[in-house]
């Protein structure tokens, strides 16, 4: 079945740096786009960042770009979030996920498949 897991979440100082990785497994994804969302505690889960695998075509979310790089590793068939100068507001739960759609990889209920999430916590 398809699954999709998260690592490399921790705690981190203010202006420091993390990377997550998004094994993905189960099914080919060349033809999806891969995205990462996050979740803060009492607030709704929003778009960070997609990559269109097969293109590597990237999107980000406004308070992230600049700072944030999402990648892909077609041999280790994972997904990358390179985050940087991170701010104590980028705390919140991490997101892997894939959906075929698109023209609107922004919202979270285009998406088919979801990983179990690694929490990132920016202390200040």
């Known amino acids: 079945q398809v699954q999709l897991v998260e690592s490399g979440g921790g705690l981190v100082q203010s202006g420091g740096s993390l990377t997550l990785s998004c094994a993905a497994s189960?099914?080919?994804?060349?033809?999806?786009?891969m995205g990462w969302f996050r979740q803060a505690p009492g607030e709704e889960r929003e778009f960070v960042a997609a990559?269109?695998?097969?293109?590597?075509?990237?999107d980000y979310a406004h308070s992230v770009k600049g700072r944030f790089t999402i990648s892909r590793d077609n041999a280790k068939n994972t997904v990358n979030l390179q985050m940087t100068s991170l701010k104590p507001e980028d705390t919140a739960v991490y997101y892997c996920?894939?959906?075929?759609?698109?023209?609107?990889?922004?919202?979270?209920?285009?998406?088919?498949?979801w990983g179990q999430g690694t929490q990132v916590t920016v202390s200040s």
């Open positions: 990559i269109t695998w097969n293109t590597g075509s990237t």
């Open positions: 189960g099914r080919t994804f060349s033809s999806y786009v």
């Open positions: 996920a894939a959906t075929r759609n698109y023209y609107n990889p922004y919202q979270r209920t285009e998406y088919d498949y």
